[in-house]
């Protein structure tokens, strides 16, 4: 299929913006747009089509919501908005498959999502666009583009979904459990070292391919200082170089990491 064209524009009779996709093919009142146009299917802007000169035109009606690729011009994405953003897109997915709907319908791009107070809404275009699974790891790439690299937590969740997203075959739930449990035990390991008393010394330096930390402890009765070590593996090394500018490239980020090279791009 042709590239989508869209135009955006006010509707001042009504009151209201709407989205307007034109695609380079014959409008069929078929069961999909009759399906999303006579039911509230959560997570999906409401939509009417018409068709002329052998073109299907579809009206998504947006009031009082932003596009991603709008709200993003100018902000920055964070580890909170990558997960809320993800698990809405879940719910949605099953939604239009409780509808017997296709979920490649779904049009996955920043310029066609839109948010408003924390909510996100998709457009479902009648028809099969591309492959669900390909478009959410070209997402992946936006928040990549956008994210707030003082974020640590951020760059752990963007980092796991892209890398994960590569896959043909993936679990974007399985995804999420993976990093909110890894998430977990970084939170307690945060937790141990500020429980530790104020005679303790941290140093970061590099073994090898890990950026191991050294914690020196000052014990009460013993005025020796006890070492011990604990391993982040690579990941906390490349975060650091990207937090101080000296790492620029998302690709090169993945590759250090995994160790080998990984066909993917931004």
Same mark, same amino acid.
């Given at each position: 299929?042709?590239?989508?064209?869209?135009?955006?524009?006010?509707?001042?009779?009504?009151?209201?913006?709407?989205?307007?996709?034109?695609?380079?093919?014959?409008?069929?009142?078929?069961?999909?747009?009759?399906?999303?146009?006579?039911?509230?299917?959560?997570?999906?802007?409401?939509?009417?089509? +018409?068709?002329? &000169?052998? @073109?299907? %035109?579809?009206?998504?009606?947006?009031?009082?919501? *932003? =596009?991603?690729?709008?709200? !993003?011009?100018?902000?920055?994405?964070?580890?909170?908005?990558?997960?809320?953003?993800?698990?809405?897109?879940?719910?949605?997915?099953?939604?239009?498959?409780?509808?017997?709907?296709?979920?490649?319908?779904?049009?996955?791009?920043?310029?066609?999502?839109?948010?408003?107070?924390?909510?996100?809404?998709?457009?479902?275009?009648?028809?099969?666009?591309?492959?669900?699974?390909?478009?959410?790891?070209?997402?992946?790439?936006?928040?990549?583009?956008?994210?707030?690299?003082?974020?640590?937590?951020?760059?752990?969740?963007?980092?796991?979904?892209?890398?994960?997203?590569?896959?043909?075959?993936?679990?974007?739930?399985?995804?999420?459990?993976?990093? +909110?449990?890894? &998430?977990? @035990?970084? %939170?307690?390991?945060?937790?141990?070292?500020?429980? *530790? =008393?104020?005679?303790?010394? !941290?140093?970061?330096?590099?073994?090898?391919?890990?950026?191991?930390?050294?914690?020196?402890?000052?014990?009460?009765?013993?005025?020796?200082?006890?070492?011990?070590?604990?391993?982040?593996?690579?990941?906390?090394?490349?975060?650091?170089?990207?937090?101080?500018?000296?790492?620029?490239?998302?690709?090169?980020?993945?590759?250090?990491?995994?160790?080998?090279?990984?066909?993917?791009?931004?």
């Amino acid at each position: 299929m042709d590239e989508l064209k869209t135009e955006i524009r006010e509707e001042k009779d009504w009151n209201q913006s709407c989205l307007y996709i034109e695609v380079p093919v014959p409008y069929e009142e078929d069961y999909e747009i009759r399906m999303i146009r006579n039911n509230d299917i959560p997570g999906l802007l409401k939509v009417t089509g +018409i068709g002329s &000169e052998g @073109k299907s %035109r579809y009206a998504y009606h947006t009031g009082g919501y *932003i =596009s991603l690729a709008k709200k !993003f011009e100018k902000e920055t994405v964070d580890r909170d908005m990558i997960m809320e953003f993800t698990c809405q897109f879940i719910e949605t997915v099953n939604a239009v498959r409780d509808y017997i709907l296709d979920p490649d319908g779904i049009l996955l791009a920043p310029e066609y999502i839109y948010v408003k107070e924390g909510r996100y809404k998709f457009c479902y275009l009648p028809m099969s666009y591309r492959c669900l699974k390909n478009s959410f790891h070209e997402m992946t790439e936006f928040f990549v583009k956008k994210l707030d690299y003082r974020d640590t937590e951020g760059i752990f969740l963007a980092y796991i979904l892209h890398r994960s997203t590569l896959q043909e075959e993936y679990d974007l739930r399985a995804i999420l459990d993976e990093y +909110i449990s890894e &998430e977990k @035990k970084r %939170r307690e390991e945060q937790k141990q070292k500020e429980d *530790i =008393s104020d005679g303790t010394i !941290f140093t970061v330096e590099d073994e090898g391919e890990e950026a191991v930390e050294k914690i020196y402890t000052v014990r009460p009765d013993d005025p020796s200082a006890m070492e011990e070590k604990k391993r982040y593996g690579p990941i906390r090394k490349m975060i650091g170089k990207i937090r101080t500018g000296r790492w620029g490239n998302w690709q090169d980020l993945i590759t250090e990491i995994d160790g080998q090279d990984i066909d993917g791009h931004l």
